[in-house]
């Protein structure tokens, strides 16, 4: 089954709680708005709490299961705010049965000598101390669910390492790594599968920051790719872990 051609059914997420980090914008959104049509609850999570309102008032305005938002800054949160969120989903739904890793921020591209200390820290805390951060604080509510699945965001610079990505770069390997150790670690002992996605290039704010020079007309929209997700978070995946889906 190739998951950039798959045929999720209406009711593929029906009763399923998804998790989605940076769902104010970009590929979260748009991968929130179609697990929110095919049926999921989603948890929108963000910065941006304007934004987040304006997809949730999509999601409602379209007579879908009605999301919550949980605003989290990845840079300054502490632990304490990570468990106020996990005990705000205990609360409010008992369980959860998917968690998507998406958010993230590009940092600078300049090379190793040059690069910014405080960018690099910045980077790599929100790209992976927060994914390690939240999973741990998570992993209890997703062990309530007769079929989890925990999905991590990769890049094209993990296959096709390349200069001046400094600690983007550095931040997707190591969340690739984190995937790789969580899925072997929860594998057989747990109904949780662990995997990674990598969305190819796609039209948004991180891929004109990066490109700025670019044709964007060239670059497929986030809606565009969003089949690959809805395939790993419902049941059409079990058995899938360890793996790097492909959106393109
Ligand atoms: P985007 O449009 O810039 O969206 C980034 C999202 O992350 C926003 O919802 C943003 O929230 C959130 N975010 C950023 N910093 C945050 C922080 N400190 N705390 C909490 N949330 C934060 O980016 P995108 O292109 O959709 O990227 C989504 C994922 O795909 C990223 O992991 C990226 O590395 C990966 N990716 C993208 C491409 C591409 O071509 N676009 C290619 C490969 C991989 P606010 O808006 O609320 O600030």
Request: charged share 20%.
């Amino acid at each position: 089954m190739d998951p950039r051609t798959y045929s999720p059914p209406a009711d593929l997420l029906r009763d399923r709680i998804v998790l989605i980090t940076g769902a104010s914008d970009g590929i979260g959104k748009a991968v929130a708005l179609a697990a929110a049509a095919h049926g999921a609850t989603v948890i929108l999570h963000g910065r941006n709490v304007r934004r987040l309102e304006a997809v949730y008032d999509s999601i409602v305005g379209a007579g879908q299961p009605r999301p919550s938002i949980l605003p989290l800054d990845f840079e300054r949160a502490g632990p304490s705010e990570y468990d106020q969120l996990a005990t705000a989903i205990d609360k409010e739904f008992g369980q959860l049965d998917v968690l998507l890793h998406n958010a993230g921020m590009l940092g600078e591209r300049a090379p190793i000598e040059h690069y910014d200390v405080a960018k690099w820290m910045r980077t790599m805390h929100v790209n992976v101390n927060a994914p390690f951060i939240l999973t741990r604080t998570c992993l209890p509510l997703l062990k309530r669910s007769a079929d989890a699945s925990i999905v991590f965001t990769s890049s094209g610079v993990v296959p096709r390492p390349r200069a001046f990505w400094g600690a983007y770069l550095v931040s997707k390997w190591a969340s690739d790594g984190l995937m790789h150790l969580l899925a072997d670690e929860l594998e057989g002992a747990t109904a949780i599968r662990v995997n990674s996605i990598n969305p190819g290039k796609v039209r948004t704010n991180m891929r004109l920051q990066a490109y700025p020079a670019e044709d964007r007309s060239t670059l497929p929209p986030p809606e565009a790719i969003v089949k690959p997700y809805l395939y790993l978070f419902g049941p059409d995946s079990r058995g899938v872990n360890g793996a790097t889906v492909e959106c393109q």
